[in-house]
């Protein structure tokens, strides 16, 4: 069981070495993903788990359950079993907890897409709070990474995308936010409701 304290992770210097880096973007992503979505019971996020078992990579992910009362999340890789606890991300600017209920959506939807299409929208660097839970919320299915949001929120998310594309500067980056442009408009024309 892991035990970690999210504030030893905020704002480390430049030049801290890679492996605490990569250990922040780890944990900073599962609070996200753990406060954007629902408190209560576990789920399998779109996060890959990072393991390399007989040097291939495992095919699990990271699972997180959030409680409310007291608040609390705890992660565990869905295939090969590690488990822990983060405390102290509360109020962090990875706490994507709503501060205010959404009424439930009528135009609820599901938009299945391919899990590199999904690291590239975890990789947005500009989204408001709504579009930013809508990613990190997103789950992992055997087919691929489920979104959850309705007609406003995903429109949104593919105005962001196109958005950001149009103003980036790095060509490989450019290309797969193009790709990834063309994977969400495919999908929501394949859209499923839940
Ligand atoms: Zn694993």
């Not at 007291?70 to 109020?91: K, L, M, N, Y």
């Amino acid at each position: 069981m892991f035990v970690s304290d999210l504030r030893h992770f905020l704002d480390l210097p430049d030049d801290v070495p890679g492996p605490a880096r990569r250990m922040a973007e780890r944990l900073t992503a599962i609070v996200r993903a753990a406060t954007a979505g629902d408190a209560g019971a576990e789920w399998a996020t779109a996060f890959p788990c990072d393991r390399r078992p007989g040097r291939r990579p495992c095919l699990g992910h990271i699972a997180v359950l959030r409680t409310e009362v007291p608040p609390a999340i705890e992660w565990r890789r869905t295939a090969c079993g590690d488990e822990g606890v983060i405390s102290g991300w509360e109020q962090s600017p990875y706490d994507l907890r709503p501060r205010l209920a959404r009424p439930q959506s009528a135009d609820a939807r599901r938009v299945v897409i391919p899990a590199d299409t999904a690291a590239t929208l975890r990789d947005l660097q500009l989204l408001d709070s709504d579009t930013e839970r809508l990613v990190f919320r997103a789950q992992a299915l055997e087919e691929g990474v489920a979104l959850f949001g309705d007609d406003d929120d995903i429109d949104e998310l593919v105005g962001y995308v196109a958005a950001e594309a149009n103003h980036e500067g790095n060509r490989r980056r450019q290309g797969r936010l193009d790709a990834a442009f063309e994977v969400l408009s495919r999908a929501i024309d394949g859209q499923q409701r839940p």
